[in-house]
């Protein structure tokens, strides 16, 4: 399985921007559906934003980051970058980034093999 490691979390006021990274290394990236989850104080870990891998292109978000985040990946450098527009306190959170080999992009938790340590994502408002 693939090792992932996160950054570019931090504390931000509230209509400000992050941009959360995640590396991977020991696999072939490309072939990977990325996501990222989010998981809150006393919260189920919840899907935030997830893309295709090469053989199966194509994004999924969640309703309440539509048209604020923005999933991306570049396969070159074993990377794939959430930035975080329009934040708001409920987005306050752990952000985990998670890998899963080939098939259909999914939102399940479950079906994601490899996970990072995670990045606090703080918005005061």
């Known amino acids: 399985q693939v090792q992932l490691v996160e950054s570019g979390g931090g504390l931000v006021q509230a209509g400000g921007s992050l941009m959360l990274s995640c590396t991977a290394s020991?696999?072939?990236?490309?072939?990977?559906?990325m996501a990222w989850f989010r998981q809150a104080p006393g919260k189920e870990r919840e899907f935030v934003a997830g893309?295709?891998?090469?053989?199966?292109?194509?994004?999924d978000y969640t309703d309440s980051v539509k048209g604020r985040f923005t999933i991306s990946r570049d396969n070159a450098k074993n990377t794939v970058s959430l930035q975080m527009n329009s934040l708001k306190p409920e987005d306050t959170a752990v952000y985990y980034c998670?890998?899963?080999?080939?098939?259909?992009?999914?939102?399940?938790?479950?079906?994601?093999?490899?996970w990072g340590q995670g990045t606090q994502v703080t918005v005061s408002s």
């Open positions: 998670a890998a899963k080999k080939f098939g259909g992009l999914t939102r399940s938790r479950t079906m994601y093999g490899s």
């Open positions: 020991g696999g072939t990236f490309s072939m990977y559906v």
């Open positions: 893309i295709g891998w090469i053989g199966a292109a194509g994004t």
